[in-house]
């Protein structure tokens, strides 16, 4: 049965480790991702963007293949379905479709706005037993060539979000989604440490996880980050290993052409990320 990651992140915040949201776009995507974090015992959080809930033709769609799946694969751990940077359109959609737990992305607006719209959401979400992701700040990205290396988020404005009782909160650290460019300044602790402070327990939220150097994302959750979001890093493992399947002539030994075959050294790719990410958040074991 699907959670709420409030109490999951509450014990990841207390034992300083943090849950892993990974993004699925499919039934491979979320096979290998539950059966990983089965065979390590740890909680997941399964991200849906509202692109990919839209690709896999709505969110009901995606709730009845994630709750058939943990039935069908005998998942014991505790998972989280979570909408990921979602309008407050798409957030009442997942309410109504069955997701445990909303992430409400209000940083591309005033802050009394994002405040306005967080604040009747948390009502929402309490109303239904899920759990609320709020964002101050924004993620930054790389386009045409031009670095958009993020807006840090003023801590006084995260503090007042999490006043209003959200359950997580996600604040722009410098953080990116997608690959990190060559030039990246890299994470601003300073920031995150005066957040940290300021919003005191409530966890934190890393976004843009892929390709993060192993020492920032611990010190990262030392100050604070409860769960770290990752998506880039499974689609590039999974297009790679497709790749070399394909080029290896695989799929046209037999019947290697088959989907079931063709896209299985992806899943196991995908696993492996998985793994190594659990293994790096400490996750690991949390579960049992």
């Given amino acids: 049965m699907l959670v709420s990651a409030k109490e999951m992140l509450e014990k990841a915040k207390a034992g300083h480790y943090a849950v892993g949201q990974f993004n699925i776009n499919n039934l491979e995507w979320t096979k290998s991702i539950l059966l990983t974090a089965e065979e390590l015992k740890s909680p997941v959080i399964l991200g849906v963007s509202e692109g990919a809930g839209k690709y896999m033709t709505g969110y009901k769609t995606v709730v009845g293949m994630v709750n ?4 069908e ?8 379905l979570h909408l990921d940077h979602g309008s407050y359109e798409g957030c009442l959609k ?29 009502k929402i979400a309490n109303e239904h037993g899920m759990s609320l992701e709020a964002e101050v700040g924004s ?21 007042a979000i999490a006043d209003l009782g959200v359950t997580m909160l996600a604040a722009g650290i410098g953080n990116i989604h997608g690959k990190y460019p060559a030039n ?19 966890p934190l939220v890393l976004h843009g996880g892929t ?7 611990k010190k990262a959750i030392s100050l604070g980050v409860s769960k770290i979001n990752v998506n880039t890093e499974c689609q590039l493992s999974f297009a790679e290993a497709t790749r070399k399947y394909i080029e290896a002539g695989k799929d046209l030994e037999g019947k290697g052409f088959d989907p079931r075959k063709l896209l299985a050294p992806g899943a196991e790719a995908i696993k492996a990320t998985v793994k190594e990410k659990m293994e790096l958040f400490g996750s690991v074991g949390k579960a049992e």
């Fill in 211 to 217: 390709g993060i150097p192993a020492d920032q994302i």
């Fill in 139 to 159: 993620i930054g990205g790389e386009e045409d060539g031009v670095i958009g290396r993020g807006e840090c988020a003023d801590p006084d404005e995260c503090k």
């Fill in 73 to 80: 694969l005998g998942i014991t751990v505790p998972v989280a």
């Fill in 184 to 202: 990246w300044e890299g994470l601003s602790f300073e920031t995150l440490a005066a957040v940290s402070e300021k919003v005191g327990n409530m």
């Fill in 94 to 122: 997942c309410v109504e479709a069955g997701f445990s737990s909303i992430m409400f992305d209000g940083s591309h607006y005033p802050i009394e706005e994002n405040i306005e719209k967080t604040k009747e959401l948390v």
């Fill in 68 to 71: 058939g799946m943990m039935e």
